[in-house]
């Protein structure tokens, strides 16, 4: 189908919201520091919005403030050990929260047991849903549970509209949820915002000297994990060490139940200079670790989106991403980096040596990543959310996500790739 650039009516953004309560509802929202920026914004247009957030980590430097938040009773991420599925108890009393609050539209961060409370009160308070879907992986599609698979296609009727960050999961909603595609949008509406990532960089160095030898620095933010591919970092770094490949150096940046792993396998396995552990480090500092290294590798083995590519791509890096990663649709091979298989360490060995030995790659493959991750704003993503938000309001048919989207320019990636 052909495509066409749609921009946000100005009459439609400006219009006076005052009157119109628009409440969230996001079980954690403990790692999700990049939505401070959109919600600020969303905030100015929409003055009565207010986030219901299970976990809330608090404010970054220069938002505090700027939205409302009020917390509900959630547990901590916990799994069922025998089929490994996770999920975030959510307490009733989020129930009480909204219909106190009485929003018009309310906005959902997936199929979490809170959407589950307001979509059973819908029909009686007659707010309207919509849903945010931030992609898909292994574990969350639920492929292998019918019962749950058949709740998701029954809530998914109830929702007003939906939008997916990633192609991947705006068919997911289609073809295995069964939404409408009329009723279905897509858009990278989660967005790296330098300003956040660098509020607390006194612009000192961070780097230590002995992390800049003669190589490029290879740079990996996350949980320290098996599903998240640590174990092949470990295995990448030891295999380009065997061939005689030293200059170069891979820093990770996260916690996890691999920390004490990780510093034991480096002095094993004799790549002590190579790979070090940086530890957690705050959101509002890590914009000058992106600044400073290299290139971003993210081996992940299970990731619906994976945000801390997009915020390497902000900072102009190329990257190493794995083909589990919700993020890899905006990694175009030889372009602005490589997509491979974190099954297969060999793949992973093979990009890194060919950037190790053609380091003039790493500004061509940096600027490329720049020029696509450039239209993908907070600007640009409140924009497209606050579009969606109307089309519910007023009860119009939204744009499916294979036609013309509410969004602010068409993705530099679109065209023809496989998925």
């Not at 939404?179 to 607390?200: E, K």
């Not at 820093?251 to 990780?262: H, P, S, T």
């Not at 602005?336 to 493959?365: S, Y």
Request: glycine share 8%; aromatic share 10%.
């Amino acid at each position: 189908m052909e495509s066409t650039k749609v921009s946000q009516n100005s009459e439609e953004l400006s219009r006076d919201h005052s009157s119109v309560r628009v409440a969230w509802v996001m079980p954690t929202l403990a790692r999700g520091f990049y939505w401070q920026p959109v919600f600020k914004i969303i905030a100015e247009r929409f003055p009565g919005m207010k986030i219901f957030a299970g976990i809330w980590p608090g404010y970054l430097p220069g938002l505090e403030g700027s939205f409302k938040v009020e917390k509900f009773n959630a547990g901590k991420m916990m799994a069922k050990r025998w089929r490994k599925k996770r999920f975030i108890w959510t307490s009733p009393s989020l129930a009480w929260k909204l219909i106190r609050f009485r929003p018009s539209l309310i906005v959902t961060g997936g199929f979490h047991l809170g959407t589950m409370y307001l979509l059973a009160l819908k029909p009686l308070l007659r707010w309207r849903v919509v849903l945010l879907w931030d992609g898909i992986g292994a574990e969350i599609i639920q492929l292998d549970n019918p019962i749950r698979l058949k709740l998701r296609a029954f809530m998914a009727k109830w929702f007003e509209f939906a939008l997916s960050t990633t192609v991947d999961g705006a068919n997911y909603l289609t073809d295995v949820v069964q939404m409408p595609r009329s009723r279905v949008g897509q858009y990278f509406y989660l967005v790296p915002d330098i300003t956040a990532l660098c509020a607390n960089d006194t612009g000192r160095d961070v780097f230590r000297k002995e992390w800049r030898r003669n190589g490029p620095v290879f740079l990996y933010v996350g949980t320290l994990c098996r599903e998240k591919g640590t174990h092949k970092l470990i295995e990448c770094c030891k295999a380009l060490v065997d061939k005689g490949i030293t200059d170069f150096t891979c820093l990770l940046i996260g916690e996890g139940y691999m920390e004490e792993e990780v510093d034991r396998l480096r002095e094993e396995l004799g790549i002590s200079q190579q790979l070090f552990r940086l530890g957690q480090i705050r959101y509002e500092e890590l914009g000058a670790y992106y600044r400073e290294s290299d290139v971003f590798l993210f081996p992940s083995l299970d990731d619906p989106l994976a945000m801390v590519v997009l915020e390497a791509m902000a900072f102009g890096k190329p990257i190493l991403c794995s083909k589990y990663a919700g993020a890899k649709e905006l990694v175009l091979d030889g372009e602005n980096g490589f997509v491979f298989d974190p099954l297969d360490t060999q793949q992973i060995v093979d990009q890194m040596e060919k950037i190790i030995r053609n380091r003039d790659m790493i500004a061509r493959l940096g600027a490329r990543s720049l020029e696509i991750i450039k239209p993908y704003t907070p600007e640009a993503s409140a924009d497209t959310i606050i579009g969606v938000v109307n089309r519910a309001l007023r009860d119009a048919n939204p744009i499916p996500y294979d036609s013309p989207l509410p969004r602010i320019q068409d993705s530099p990636v679109a065209g023809d790739r496989e998925q």
